[in-house]
């Protein structure tokens, strides 16, 4: 146990009404529906608009969460936003947030920690509750991955969508959500999922993509499914639990093949996987938010529900969590 202090207390999600399906995508490149299943679990994925950005999407979901909260968003301390795909190199993403509601006095940052970006917001949002440092705080998770894929390359078009979600964290002594984490980095992975900025090598390689998305699926999946279930054995025994005192294992939607594969070396049944892969894609560290608000609108997932939450992607990086959940939810 870490004495965390914090609690989540609501959720809000947004996605775009555009849908790319998967016999839409027969039409753009050689592949086809029955293919994209078999492969992926993925059947469609929503696509933002033209005019529409990853800001826009962020402030959908936190409208979202204010809709469906009985407090108030008047007297958060600071916003985290988790994004690889901000509408600026700056201003920050949560600045834009900031800015559209009006909130004064609070602090605004983004975080890229790719694919595992939510897990390490909720994270660091623990942490400055924890302290005494703040007592509420926004985490939103919004990415528009459609305007950084490469619609010609068949391998991984298929794969990624939009969306956006938000969580509140609160100062709460007496129940709070956060019951440990894992954390672990593998830098050399670097060269299997990237995308390029203002430089172009990596360790005196070429990279390619021009500021696209480039993955080396096959590797990552390795790494994904040798390392998660290692990490999920250790976050059990910090926690001096076992796996069937987990109601729900929610990771990263990336491939429900792989999210199946994790499962079956953890020895989670897939019954108890939480998942967004199936209808949004592999929507980066949106993934997870949604998911949980599937979810809490099938009314699946309970107040006081024991989550294990995993989030994993490029860098190569992860971190993974034992939580409460804390939202009252029906």
């Known amino acids: ?113 790719t694919c595992a970006g939510l897990t390490y917001a909720l994270h660091v949002a623990n942490g400055l509750i924890t302290s005494g440092l703040h007592r509420k705080i926004l985490v939103i998770a919004g990415e528009t991955l459609s305007k950084v894929t490469d619609y010609t390359d068949r391998s991984s078009c298929i794969l990624f969508g939009d969306g956006a979600g938000a969580l509140l964290i609160e100062r709460e002594e007496q129940t709070p959500s956060f019951i440990t984490f894992v954390q672990s980095t593998n830098g050399d992975g670097a060269r299997h999922l990237y995308r390029t900025g203002l430089r172009n090598d990596l360790k005196g390689e070429q990279l390619k993509g021009n500021g696209k998305m480039i993955q080396n699926g096959r590797e990552v999946y390795k790494w994904a499914v040798r390392t998660i279930p290692e990490g999920i054995q250790k976050l059990l025994k910090q926690a001096e639990m076992q796996i069937e005192q987990i109601d729900w294992f929610v990771p990263h939607s990336a491939n429900l093949r792989m999210i199946e594969s994790i499962c079956e070396k953890a020895a989670i049944p897939i019954e108890k996987a939480l998942t967004s892969v199936e209808w949004f894609g592999n929507t980066s560290s949106a993934s997870i938010v949604l998911a949980l608000d599937n979810a809490v609108q099938n009314k699946i997932l309970k107040e006081g529900d024991i989550l294990l939450l995993y989030g994993f992607g490029g860098g190569l990086t992860y971190t993974g969590m034992i939580v409460k959940w804390g939202v009252k939810t029906f």
């Not at 929503?46 to 005019?51: P, V």
């Not at 958060?76 to 004064?104: K, L």
């Open 1 to 113: 146990m870490n004495g965390s202090k914090a609690r989540i207390s609501a959720i809000g999600t947004y996605v775009p009404e555009k849908r790319l399906t998967n016999k839409d995508l027969e039409r753009m490149v050689d592949t086809f529906d029955e293919w994209i299943i078999q492969r992926t679990g993925m059947r469609e994925r929503r696509l933002a608009s033209e005019h529409e950005f990853t800001s826009d999407l962020c402030i959908q979901a936190v409208k979202d969460l204010k809709n469906r909260y009985a407090g108030t968003l008047d007297d958060i301390e600071m916003v985290i936003v988790s994004t690889t795909t901000a509408d600026y190199s700056f201003p920050s993403t949560a600045c834009q947030v900031q800015e559209y509601f009006g909130w004064t006095d609070i602090g605004a940052v983004d975080l890229n920690a």
